[in-house]
């Protein structure tokens, strides 16, 4: 089945740029859908079919994804960006996560 | 707006059954594919299964094949997740999610949009 890995968690100062990873064998041949949560609440889209933001989601966010590595890149962090993001895919009729990467705006 | 509110979660032994309610507002319910993704607590997101909008076509993860059951009452706006035989480790927060096409196939490349608040679900002895 179809593996996604994602870095447990990384750590951005306010104002930079993260950049968060999920990859899977030659994933850049199918659409990757990210999502975002924070303590206690649902998950919300902020990226689908690769790099499309859905509306209300900031400009900041914006997404890639090519060869074996999906690209979730957040320009201009602030702490409100602190959650955990997740990427997902579909493989044999089944949707799949990856594992979670939580962020942290130092 | 788009609501979704899950409801039927609680504490129950394993072995026990237990139905989970998601009732949908905002949108013509009966023209979307459904899906449920639980939680454990403290990690991260599993899907569970996708029901079709008219609930012909039905897709679990492996790990609920055979024990869960999803369904949906149109003319109630209403989503379920029928769970049975439930082990220590179905233990987690239940989310309804929609799908975004109207009358989409079913599986297809799509992501969840929007998700409900979710209900906990303990299994216990």
């Known amino acids: 089945s179809f593996e996604l890995t994602q870095p447990l968690s990384l750590s951005v100062a306010l104002g930079q740029t993260a950049t968060i990873t999920c990859g899977g064998n030659n994933i850049g041949d199918i659409n990757v859908h990210w999502y975002q949560q924070k303590p206690g609440q649902a998950p919300i889209l902020v990226i689908y079919r690769d790099t499309n933001r859905p509306s209300g989601i900031p400009e900041r966010f914006s997404g890639s994804n090519s060869g074996n590595t999906a690209t979730l890149t957040i320009s201009r962090a602030q702490a409100g960006d602190e959650a955990d993001y997740y990427c997902?895919?579909?493989?044999?009729?089944?949707?799949?996560f990856g594992g979670g990467t939580t962020l942290t705006v130092l | 707006q788009v609501q979704l509110v899950e409801s039927g979660g609680g504490v129950v032994q394993p072995g026990r059954s237990l139905r989970l309610s998601c009732v949908a507002s905002g949108f013509t319910f009966s023209s979307y594919a459904m899906h449920w993704v639980r939680q454990a607590p403290g990690k991260g997101l599993e899907w569970v299964a996708v029901i079709s909008y008219d609930g012909r076509k039905k897709y679990y993860a492996d790990s609920v094949k055979g024990q869960f059951t999803i369904s949906r009452d149109n003319s109630k706006n209403t989503l379920y997740l029928q769970m049975n035989s439930l082990r220590l480790e179905d233990t987690a927060v239940y989310y309804c999610?929609?799908?975004?096409?109207?009358?989409?196939?079913?599986?297809?490349?799509?992501?969840?949009?929007?998700w409900g608040q979710g209900t906990l679900v303990t299994v216990s002895a």
């Open positions: 999610a929609k799908d975004p096409y109207r009358r989409g196939v079913v599986p297809a490349n799509n992501w969840l949009d929007p």
């Open positions: 997902q895919v579909w493989d044999s009729s089944t949707a799949k």
